[in-house]
């Protein structure tokens, strides 16, 4: 939603939940959780207090960038992806115990988050929602911060507290197979599982999760998709190609100079008719 009154309010909420995200502030993990939670609440519209007429709140679509990978400005502000992949500073291999919470509240925006009048959705159901689209539209280097492979390698249980969110993740990663779009979010460009999970152990537990799914066929036909799309130096050589196809030749396979100007190229069989 673009340009509506009311937008200014939830760039507010969003530089206030930045702000309060980075770990290298005095905030604690219970602060960051609670901050977390009050910006799902407020997007999702119950905070109006009628659950059978919500209506969500309106936003820019600019801001959406800033919301997912912050800013470097004064004051910088800590992206939403950072904070699902926030590494623990005490525990190898784990992450900060707000991790699993920023990475639901990202699933939230992305899958299940609809703009909604008076309980009247203004987007049809699949469709991607604006969040979705910015999310894939960052490049595979402004995606690294969510450190996937802690989330999707973890241990989900109950007393694990600096465990990942593994569904959570699982659903962010399906999602950047199969509907990745380019910088500018116009053209279909499926990451592969590789460049999300370059380790083998994550992407075995990730086929695992995805195993037996509805979906499984439409992210296999995705990654085959992107394994066998062309390169940009694939692409260079085609057009290279191409340049040579055109190019007129005699009989002799030399290139003739079309210009008004250009000498006269014989062809084999003119100077054996001369």
């Not at 699933?107 to 999310?135: C, H, T, Y």
């Not at 999760?209 to 296999?220: A, D, H, I, Q, S």
Request: with cysteine; glycine share 6%.
């Amino acid at each position: 939603m673009n340009m509506e009154p009311g937008a200014e309010r939830t760039t507010i909420e969003i530089k206030n939940l930045l702000r309060n995200l980075d770990p290298q502030k005095s905030t604690g993990h219970k602060d960051r959780k609670a901050r977390l939670k009050h910006f799902r609440f407020y997007m999702s519209g119950e905070s109006s207090g009628n659950s059978e007429r919500i209506t969500t709140p309106e936003y820019y679509d600019d801001d959406l960038p800033m919301l997912f990978l912050g800013s470097d400005d004064n004051p910088k502000m800590y992206g939403l992806l950072s904070a699902c992949g926030t590494p623990s500073t005490e525990h190898d291999h784990m992450l900060k115990r707000s991790a699993r919470t920023a990475m639901s509240v990202l699933k939230f925006l992305v899958l299940e988050f609809r703009d909604m009048v008076d309980g009247r959705p203004l987007n049809p159901e699949g469709e991607m929602n604006s969040f979705a689209i910015a999310l894939c539209s960052c490049t595979k280097e402004q995606l690294k911060p969510m450190n996937l492979e802690l989330h999707v390698s973890s241990v989900e249980e109950a007393d694990s507290k600096r465990g990942g969110a593994r569904d959570d993740a699982c659903e962010i990663i399906f999602l950047l197979g199969t509907k990745h779009l380019d910088p500018f979010g116009e053209k279909p460009d499926p990451l592969l599982l590789e460049d999300l999970l370059p380790s083998s152990t994550a992407r075995k537990a990730f086929w695992d999760w995805l195993k037996g799914r509805p979906n499984e066929t439409e992210f296999r036909d995705a990654q085959n998709a992107a394994k066998n799309k062309p390169t940009i130096e694939d692409l260079a050589q085609t057009e290279e190609k191409d340049k040579k196809v055109d190019e007129p030749r005699n009989e002799m396979g030399i290139k003739i100079n079309m210009g008004d100007d250009a000498p006269r190229v014989w062809t084999e069989s003119e100077l054996s008719a001369m």
